[in-house]
């Protein structure tokens, strides 16, 4: 059983950083795509990042130049790099393992507010 934990989440002022961390368990964790998504509210999940096993990346173009996803296969662990982050950008973020089917995290909140 996949169980993934994310932490890094918090309030930030418009313009700031944060970066977000997901843990899994199992020994698998390398061959497998990992995302991350949010949902905001009275809005549906939306994907703002993916990385493969070999480390190529995809973003949401509303991230675009701004997040940064990367992946540690030695500690199970993938990571979200989020910079000037914008109002929009509050949400619920949530991890993701994509095999036969998708694992997802509790999620963790970030918020962006003056």
């Known amino acids: 059983q996949v169980q993934l934990v994310e932490s890094g989440g918090g309030l930030v002022q418009p313009g700031g950083s944060l970066r977000l961390s997901c843990a899994a368990s199992?020994?698998?964790?390398?061959?497998?795509?990992m995302g991350w998504y949010r949902q905001a509210p009275g809005k549906q999940r939306e994907l703002v990042a993916h990385?493969?096993?070999?480390?190529?990346?995809a973003y949401a173009d509303s991230v675009k130049g701004r997040f940064t996803i990367s992946r540690d296969n030695a500690k199970n662990t993938v990571y979200l790099q989020m910079n000037t982050l914008k109002p929009e950008d509050t949400a619920v973020y949530y991890c993701?393992?994509?095999?036969?089917?998708?694992?997802w995290g509790q999620g963790t909140q970030v918020t962006v507010s003056s």
């Open positions: 990385i493969t096993s070999g480390g190529s990346t």
């Open positions: 199992g020994s698998i964790f390398s061959i497998y795509v």
């Open positions: 993701a393992l994509v095999a036969a089917t998708t694992y």
